[in-house]
């Protein structure tokens, strides 16, 4: 009997950078911290607020697949020097399937500081990115029956337009990635 087999195990370093590597080639879904800066740049903080729901409240049925199904209001403070665009994207952590993308806005004005209730972006020159329903749209908050989800409304400033008309979220994160300036979130809930 010879000695006991060796366990073969690569380095957890390399492993995790192969892993890391491969979601920033192809955007995996809901991973990562989100799109990173331009090197030396530190991240400004935006401050997102709506007339709609307040931070952690419970966002109304309009707004909802339950409801009228549109958009509520945002606004948003000045986004830092340099944002040559703004990007709004809209999903929820919670679904049981991984972070689910319910609606994107690129290319917005750098000078666009609201979206007024029910507003199609498409309208200000934003470009509609694909949600997780597979649709060119704002589509509400969903979420499976008796179940409370957090929906995150994100604006990212970038120092460059990045288009997306129908492109996917995937797609979306790695067109921003290494262009971002500035960001905030306005997160509210919904449960039917």
């Known amino acids: 009997m010879g000695p006991p087999p060796r366990a073969y195990s690569s380095p957890p370093r390399i492993a995790l950078a192969l892993a890391l590597s491969a979601c920033a080639t192809t955007a995996c879904r809901g991973a990562g911290p989100g799109p990173s800066p331009p090197a030396g740049v530190s991240v400004a903080s935006i401050t997102v607020t709506s007339k709609t729901f307040g931070s ?3 966002i109304p049925v ?3 697949c339950d409801g009228k199904n549109q958009a509520p ?3 948003w403070s000045a986004p830092p020097e340099g944002t040559a665009s703004i990007t709004i994207v809209v ?4 679904a049981p399937g991984g972070v689910f993308t319910h609606f994107i806005a690129a290319d917005l004005p750098a000078d666009q500081r609201s979206l007024k209730e029910g507003l199609d972006p ?4 934003a470009k509609i990115g694909k949600n997780d329903f597979d649709h060119t749209s704002y ?3 969903c979420p499976p029956k008796g179940e409370l989800h957090r929906y995150r409304f994100r604006v990212f400033a970038l120092d460059r337009a990045i288009g997306g008309e129908g492109a996917s979220r995937g797609q979306i994160d790695a067109a921003m990635n290494g262009h971002l300036l500035g960001e905030g979130a306005l997160v509210g809930t919904f449960a039917h």
């Open 139 to 141: 589509d509400g908050p």
């Open 73 to 75: 209001e945002l606004t």
């Open 91 to 94: 999903d929820d952590p919670d």
């Open 122 to 125: 498409s309208t200000l020159g």
């Open 56 to 58: 952690g409240g419970a």
């Open 62 to 64: 309009d707004f909802s």
